[in-house]
């Protein structure tokens, strides 16, 4: 079994692997990348409607700045989120935006003049400055006070992954795909890299790395209908959660997005309302404005799709073969909006549903989407207890998100968190040393070979197949958008059971590689612990924050709750996974835990500390202000943090430079 040394180990080649590569190449570091799939196929590519930084640009993005950015960002969150990450985060993602444009970006341009816009379903005329003809335009999405996410039509993801990808590969970037990272390889609590399977051939070999980067995407497929490509199956989450040393943080917060196709599962863009489109019932109703009059249509999706389900519970689904589902109406923009910035939209509508959404209206039904939780990391992106384990993107729970994830802020963090995290990596690389035997690598290979040849070796009942199956159904019936006790309580104890049918199955086929069977018998029972954390934690947190819904316990309480889920599995051979917390300081944040915007102003618990918090930041803030100081300290002495000078540099914007 071949053992191959290197500098940089990252596993993942998405938009936030490939970023963290560019980051590792520029300093220097022999850098490998290793991929399930070809780079330009990672799940990253099927993002569609555009990615969040505060440029400011557009009329309708006027006033925009990292404040604005920020607030939305906490607000969406439902106070979930770490406060510094979310500041990191802001400050960098304009200059990520303008890096992506010198490396090709074609992102949809200002051009002056008037244009007809439909808001709150009235064509409104916009009028563009002069100015700003050629300068980057943005959309409107859920949960925003500004017009913020810029996009290239509706093929964001595309265009992102692809510029990255060729600029990874001018670097010379070494990448290789088709491999499959099924263990790493630790020593006194330190990652020492990886053991990879080759999915062609099937033959193991050793990666041994000063640092590893895990940046494999989310965990939807535990989930019976997702609109995660089906190689996310949180396996990254997984082999550091095998360790026994790394945590994973906050594996209930699971977001569903309101508008996946039905009953397909396949996306349909937020841009689709964020340009105009409405959400219909069964009569044809427009029924958002009902529930949320302020944000109607673009509520947070977590709050847009639970006024969905609550629709159909009233009566008012459409009923069709396969359950009942509403309508996404985009046919009041026109075809030739359509056609220009929802054209993937509309092809994915005609192949998959048989309708041209310019004269028809799409079936949706909110389905599972996002994963917020992930490998718990430090704000540099390193986990807390893994020494050389450091992790990007949706894997992560670097916990920007929170317990609900703003649209247009996933394909921003994973070029920002490759950014700033491939940073802090690339220097963690350069100045580590590790030390590993062969004998200790050649043991671990071992214990991986004896494994799969095991799994060959069952001669039990049960089919693999028919256990994902179940795992998928219990997760979607059970730890869905609406969650209680009893429930919750039932999935912890089914997939108990199905993790320990695990080894009461039988492979047909033989042979080590081209075998699909193989490939779910070791990856199933690691996505049941997956499942597991999700559904423990869920189980343990007795309150309602984001797109964790309790209907036992409607409130978010942030008396008790205003932390962090932490599950890890002490033992291979322990049933649950060991639940901690990690408490969020109330002291430290720059925005005080509040009303969120949505719903009943009393249906929080308090936290005992929000109150005189939220004074301490008024008497700051007015203190700093009477002597006339700028945001930047006056944000500076809310909350400090840390990051590199070049990304923490003030950014400019059209009409008030450097402010």
């Known amino acids: 079994m071949k053992i191959i040394y290197t500098d940089a180990l990252i596993i993942g080649g998405g938009l936030a692997g490939l970023r963290s590569a560019i980051a590792a190449k520029k300093k220097g570091l022999d850098t490998v990348l290793i991929s399930m799939v070809p780079v330009r196929r990672s799940h990253s590519a099927a993002a569609q409607g555009g990615m969040q930084a505060s440029l400011g640009n557009g009329k309708m993005s006027e006033g925009d700045n990292e404040d604005v950015h920020f607030s939305d960002t906490v607000k969406g969150s439902d106070w979930g989120c ?40 009235k064509k409104t005329i916009i009028k563009e400055d002069a100015h700003n003809e050629g300068l980057i335009q943005s959309r409107d999405f859920g949960g925003t006070k ?56 099937g033959k193991l070999g050793a990666y041994i790395a000063k640092g590893t980067m895990i940046a494999t995407g989310g965990y939807g497929r535990i989930f019976k209908v997702s609109t995660n490509a089906v190689i996310c199956k949180g396996t990254g989450a997984a082999i550091a959660l095998e360790t026994g040393i790394a945590r994973l943080g906050n594996m209930e917060a699971i977001q569903f997005h309101p508008t996946p196709l039905f009953p397909s599962g396949i996306l349909l863009t937020e841009g689709c309302r964020g340009d105009g489109g409405v959400l219909r ?21 977590d709050v847009v799709s639970r006024r969905m389900m609550e629709h159909i519970a009233k009566g008012k689904g459409v009923k069709s073969p396969y359950g009942e589902h509403l309508w996404l109406d985009i046919s009041i923009l026109g075809r030739e909006h359509i056609e220009k910035n929802l054209r993937d939209v509309a092809d994915i509508s005609k192949t998959f549903a048989g309708i041209d959404p310019a004269t028809g209206w799409m079936p949706v039904l909110p389905m599972q989407h996002y994963s917020m939780g992930g490998i718990r990391v430090k704000p540099n992106g390193e986990s807390p207890t893994l020494k ?10 670097w916990d920007l998100h929170g317990f609900n994830r703003l649209g247009g802020n996933s394909v921003s963090e994973a070029v920002v968190a490759g950014m700033i995290i491939g940073e802090s990596f690339a220097e963690y690389c350069l100045g580590a040393n590790i030390t590993i035997d062969t004998d200790l690598i050649n043991q671990k290979l071992q214990e991986q070979q004896t494994y799969l040849e095991s799994l060959l070796k069952l001669n039990g009942t049960q089919s693999i197949f028919a256990i994902k199956t179940k795992m998928q159904e219990i ?12 429930d919750l309580q039932s999935a912890v104890d089914e997939l108990q059971e199905l993790y320990r049918e695990c080894k009461n199955i039988t492979i047909k086929n033989k042979k080590l590689h081209g075998n699909v069977e193989l490939d779910d018998a070791y990856r199933v029972p690691r996505m049941i612990k997956i499942a597991l954390c999700a559904a423990v934690g869920a189980l343990q947190r007795c309150e309602s924050r984001g797109a964790h819904t309790r209907t036992d316990y409607p409130k978010r ?3 008790n709750f205003l932390n962090r889920t932490l599950t890890y599995w002490k033992h291979p051979d322990d049933p649950l996974p060991t639940v901690e917390y990690e408490e969020l300081d109330v002291m430290k944040m720059e925005i005080a835990p509040g009303f969120r915007g949505y719903g009943d102003k009393d249906n929080i618990i308090e936290h005992p500390g929000a109150a005189k918090r939220a004074e301490e930041i008024t008497r700051i803030t007015d203190e700093l202000t009477a002597k006339h100081a700028d945001r930047f300290t006056i944000q500076n002495a809310l909350m400090p943090y840390e990051l590199s000078p070049k990304y923490k540099a003030k950014n400019q914007r059209v009409g008030v430079g450097y402010e």
């Open 388 to 397: 050389g384990l450091f992790c990007a993107g949706e894997a992560a729970c």
């Open 475 to 486: 997760m979607s019936a059970k730890v869905g958008i609406f969650r209680n006790a009893k």
């Open 82 to 121: 770490d406060q510094e990450v979310a500041r990191m985060f802001v400050q960098t993602a304009p200059k990520a935006i303008r890096e992506l444009a010198h490396w090709g970006v074609p992102w949809t341009r200002i051009r002056a003049g008037e244009r007809t816009a439909i808001i709150n379903t």
């Open 146 to 201: 500004k017009w913020r996410t810029c996009y290239t039509a509706d093929a964001t993801g595309h265009t992102m992954l692809y510029a990255v990808a060729n600029e990874a590969n001018r670097l010379n970037v070494y990448m290789t795909h088709r491999k499959e990272a099924v263990s790493l390889i630790t020593k006194d609590d330190q990652c020492c890299g990886a053991v990879v399977r080759d999915l062609i051939t």
């Open 281 to 301: 019932d069964k009569d044809g109703y427009r029924f958002m404005p009902d529930y949320e009059p302020d944000k109607k249509d673009l509520a947070s999706r």
């Open 557 to 559: 309480d942030d008396a």
